[in-house]
């Protein structure tokens, strides 16, 4: 079964080396903001992730969206995508539908809590975005998972980040659930970096 580490671990890795320079370089913010932008963005993507598979239409949804535009190649090269700007649309595109009517929500409780303007948080999430889709889709095909195992996947790295923490999973559920207005997650890029902080040592 797919754990935090097989998951997004190798992808970390990368934007810890010189990923968050190229991310900084082409949006035009400062290498300690892009971390503390991640810190965020890619707990609470992954939240909206596991939210959108726990159904079976949803899994399958999923599961299609990867067999169709996520079979992993983009993690051959991260390097090259993040200098070329990355993929704005896709990543518009991903971020639209995995967290639907609370985006705009989620950045702007990002961008307050980690000081960085809304439009560069935006950019942040839209270049990150198909990398993780990327990574689901890679372990998808390398694990041969269906539809069922891919909504299992994704509970066990929900599973994981509750055991580093289970206040910051539960504030990004609550995000994207309709009465959640976000504004009483300024902790948000806190508690979102203590579920990455392993993963970008990998």
Same mark, same amino acid.
């Given at each position: ?24 370089? %082409?949006? #035009? +913010?400062?290498?300690?903001? /892009?971390? @503390? ?5 890619? !707990?609470?993507? &992954?939240?909206? *992730? ?62 307050? %809590?980690? #000081? +960085?303007?809304?439009?560069? /948080?935006? @950019? ?5 975005? !198909?990398?993780? &889709?990327?990574? *689901? ?66």
């Amino acid at each position: 079964m797919a754990d935090s580490s097989d998951l997004l671990g190798s992808l970390m890795g990368q934007l810890g080396g010189g990923g968050i320079t190229e991310i900084a370089r %082409s949006v #035009g +913010v400062s290498g300690s903001d /892009v971390t @503390k932008v991640l810190g965020g963005a890619v !707990p609470a993507v &992954m939240a909206g *992730l596991t939210r959108n598979s726990s159904s079976s239409d949803g899994a399958a949804g999923l599961l299609g969206a990867l067999d169709r535009d996520h079979d992993g190649s983009v993690l051959d090269d991260v390097m090259g995508y993040l200098g070329g700007g990355g993929d704005l649309t896709s990543g518009a595109g991903i971020l639209g539908h995995v967290l639907g009517g609370r985006q705009s929500t989620i950045e702007s409780a990002v961008s307050k %809590s980690s #000081g +960085v303007d809304l439009a560069s /948080v935006g @950019k942040i999430m839209a270049m990150v975005a !198909p990398l993780i &889709m990327g990574a *689901l889709g890679k372990a998808k095909r390398q694990q041969g998972l269906d539809a069922s195992g891919l909504a299992a996947a994704l509970g066990q790295e929900e599973k994981a980040a509750r055991q580093t923490s289970s206040s910051a999973v539960d504030m990004f559920t609550r995000m994207l659930d309709s009465d959640g207005d976000g504004d009483s997650m300024d902790d948000i890029v806190k508690m979102g970096s203590g579920l990455l902080g392993g993963l970008f040592k990998k």
